[in-house]
């Protein structure tokens, strides 16, 4: 039996389209500070092991890694930088514990993408050299192709993905962490600009900015320095095969698999199983196709998000892209809601949490992890 | 080629046979633009230089002044509350006589990059800069330096509003 390890504090700041006021590193001190208070922790003596989710190239700062200890309080403690979603980097934060390396992890993800005055250029680096980057079709595009494939495969309508995205909207305006709340008609969504057709201007969550930081202890820890905590009954993370051309349309591997493997680990049946379900939205038709995934049919998917059971955080259709925090901030919108602290957007009382992420077009890579309290 | 090798296996490939396709490549170039947000230390460091001043942070718990100033002390993580206006004289901690740019090409005249110990800033706080109005062969750790600043008009809010540090009077 693996040792047992929870989520003992969360802290976040930021939260914009563009934060103008603190730099990256003053981002990442202010969750970091908020996070260990949460979690009544000076990270100085109490924390082992420090990571930090991030992508060189959204930084424009090679090797990441050393400008990240001071400001999340890892100065002449390990730390490490995993370039990856953070979920991924929880992932390693797991490992660090159940491998007897660490007793209490941080784990920080941010966006600072406002800062990269061009957005295409770091995406476009992403797309393959030799076929795709020299078609100029970009990251968007994939999107749209995937997209066609997706809906002419399902029978998912124009009008489906247009309820998921009116209704993501409609629930950002109640949760304040989210930039991009509003209400629309769904013939405004169904009718705006084409970005890559069939994919639309709604379809696509705009960037925003945000710290992420959550604090990870075995349960022995937590336990005898008496906090409590959200406990990860499962955690995983795929990649299917590289090549965008292939793969299961329905139900891509990085998302079924890391899904399957969570269920595993937490001795859980289906989706259906968690009380609400924090799951990837890059794009619209994306949500559908993560449901589906997870074995989530059409008719349920859209019914559990206009009921907000599915993000009722509002997604990051609803709350902005946040680059490499994505997965963060939806573990974060889980554990405030089984904490009962998510605010003007809290689902009554939930016990279980489901969130599943994916790093974004080109990749093929997916985490999930599943957590509860009062177990 | 060594001693021990007059010739190397293969074929041999010049810059023409590239360019000509002979051999086949993928070629790509990017332009990657960033602007990164001050925040609160460094632009108030950054304003500070415009002025003529340099500026840093101290830490209630440990009482180190930070220069360049950070919204937070490393040692303690606790947010630096109080500015300290620090004097813009120092001490050459290091230096080095550089005959290389930073793409690597040569340079004819050498240039003097020291990191300077600011006066009035806890130790080991320096800023790393020229040295200027000075022979290289005669600079020496332990020198007393002071800013040479850009005329008023010209400074922008950049270390470089700083020209150099030159040998104090
Ligand atoms: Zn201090």
């Known amino acids: 039996m693996p040792e047992g390890v929870c989520i003992i504090g969360v802290g976040y700041e930021g939260f914009r389209p563009t934060i103008t006021d603190v730099s990256t590193r003053e981002l990442m001190f202010l969750a970091a500070s908020k996070a260990y208070a949460d979690a009544s922790v000076d990270p100085r003596t109490d924390i082992d092991s420090f990571i930090c989710c991030t992508e060189d190239f959204w930084e424009g700062w090679s090797i990441t890694d050393e400008m990240v200890p001071d400001q999340v309080g890892g100065a002449r403690r390990p730390v490490c930088t995993v370039p990856a979603d953070g979920i991924i980097g929880m992932g390693h934060a797991v490992m660090h514990i159940r491998s007897g390396v660490a007793d209490v992890v941080s784990v920080e993800a941010h966006s600072k993408v406002a800062d990269v005055l061009d957005k295409r250029a770091v995406e476009n680096l992403a797309l393959d050299p030799v076929y795709h980057r020299q078609t100029g079709a970009g990251s968007d595009v994939l999107a749209g192709l995937e997209m066609s494939a997706f809906m002419r495969r399902s029978g998912v309508t124009r009008d489906d993905v247009s309820r998921i995205v009116k209704a993501e909207k409609a629930r950002a305006l109640s949760n304040g962490r989210a930039s991009y709340g509003g209400t629309l008609e769904l013939k405004e969504v169904s009718d705006a600009e084409p970005i890559a057709a069939p994919l639309l201007k709604y379809d696509k969550a705009e960037f925003a900015e945000a710290g992420t930081v959550v604090v990870f202890a075995s349960e022995r820890w937590a336990k005898k320095n008496k906090k409590d905590g959200v406990s990860v009954d499962g955690l995983a993370w795929r990649s299917s095969a590289p090549w965008f051309e292939g793969g299961d349309i329905m139900r891509p591997e990085y998302a079924s698999e890391a899904f399957r493997s969570v269920m595993k680990q937490a001795g859980r049946r289906g989706a259906d199983s968690f009380d609400l379900l924090e799951i990837d939205d890059t794009y619209s038709y994306k949500l559908l196709q993560h449901l589906s995934s997870v074995g989530v049919p059409k008719a349920s998917a859209i019914k559990m998000v206009e009921e907000g059971r599915v993000n009722p955080s509002g997604g990051s259709l609803g709350t902005g892209h946040l680059i490499e925090a994505t997965g963060s901030h939806r573990v974060l919108e889980c554990a405030l809601q089984l904490r009962g602290r998510a605010g003007g957007n809290q689902r009554g009382k939930p016990g279980t949490a489901l969130a599943l992420s994916w790093r974004g077009n080109p990749t093929a890579t997916g985490a999930a992890i599943a957590l509860s309290v009062g177990r | ?169």
């Open chain 2, 1 to 169: 080629m060594s001693s021990k090798i007059a010739k190397y296996p293969g074929t041999e490939v010049e810059l023409d046979d590239l360019r000509s396709g002979r051999f086949l490549s993928s070629d790509y170039e990017t332009l990657l633009r960033y602007s990164w947000t001050s925040g609160v230390a460094v632009s108030r460091f950054l304003d500070g230089l415009k002025s003529g001043e340099i500026w840093g942070k101290k830490c209630g718990k440990c009482g180190r002044v930070l220069v360049p100033p950070r919204a937070y002390c490393e040692e303690d993580f606790v947010p630096t509350d109080e500015w300290v206006r620090v004097r813009d004289t120092g001490t050459v901690n290091t230096f080095s006589i550089s005959y290389v740019n930073n793409d690597a090409s040569r340079r004819k005249e050498p240039i003097v990059v020291s990191v300077v110990d600011i006066d009035g800033a806890s130790p080991g706080m320096g800023i790393l800069h020229l040295l200027g109005e000075v022979e290289p062969k005669r600079v020496e750790v332990g020198m007393k330096v002071e800013a040479a600043w850009k005329p008023k008009g010209k400074r922008r809010g950049a270390i470089t509003d700083i020209r150099y540090f030159r040998p104090r009077g």
